[in-house]
T-cell receptor, first 116, second 116 residues
């Protein structure tokens, strides 16, 4: 049971390049989310999904796209990288559950992205 | 949307002393309040959480209290140890019974340093 996995661990892009950050979980969780972490700002939600085929925007969605074709995978696409997207990106997953069941979000190890 | 404020941003205590971190939230509909610990270069990990139908929860040296009327919640760590040194994040979510997902809004973090 690998939990939540992310690739790559590190990435350097030039302004204007595109790339996809990969996220996968093997816990059969319905909910998956992408956060970015910047110094002094905590973690901010980019996009999230409540199940395959369903996605929605979070607090800072501009410049990012997501799709959820399977329960396991939730890739994050940077369409045209900008220096402001330099950050650490975390993927997380949790079970849907009902009131009274576990709500814990499990985080992946993160991807450190630098945009030059 | 939800807004979570966290204080202090840094906290230094002597080993064996207690540490208290406080958070306030803005959306009275929020009903789930987790606390995460993040060590340098690592992923956030849940250490304790509380739901809005509970006023206090304790797990060994860690406790969380919730005041729904005042919309604030606090993390208490007793008998601090050097391994407690890390960044701690509070978060709030309007966890719905079905659907809706688990969108967490994070505070900006507290750097806790436990000195020998």
């Amino acid at each position: 049971n690998a939990g939540v996995t992310q690739t790559p661990k590190f990435q350097v892009l030039k302004t204007g390049q595109s790339m996809t950050l990969q996220c996968a979980q093997d816990m059969n969780h319905e909910y998956m989310s992408w956060y970015r972490q910047d110094p002094g700002m905590g973690l901010r939600l980019i996009h999230y999904s409540v199940g395959a085929g369903i996605t929605d925007q979070g607090e800072v969605p501009n410049g990012y796209n997501v799709s959820r074709s399977t329960t396991e995978d939730f890739p994050l696409r940077l369409l045209s990288a900008a220096p402001s997207q330099t950050s650490v990106y975390f993927c997380a997953s949790s079970a849907a559950g009902l009131a009274g069941s576990g709500y814990e979000q499990f985080f992946g190890p993160g991807t450190r992205l630098t945009v030059l | 949307g939800e807004n979570v404020e966290q204080h202090p941003s840094t906290l230094s205590v002597q080993e064996g002393d207690s540490a208290v971190i406080k958070c306030t939230y803005s959306d009275s509909a929020s009903n789930y309040f987790p606390w995460y610990k993040q060590e340098l270069g690592k992923r956030p990990q849940l250490i304790i959480d509380i739901r809005s139908n509970v006023g206090e929860k304790k797990d060994q040296r860690i406790a969380v209290t919730l005041n729904k009327t005042a919309k604030h919640f606090s993390l208490h760590i007793t008998e601090t140890q050097p391994e407690d040194s890390a960044v701690y994040f509070c978060a709030a979510s309007m966890r719905e019974v079905t659907g809706g997902g688990n969108k967490l809004t994070f505070g900006t973090g507290t750097q806790l340093k436990v000195e020998l």
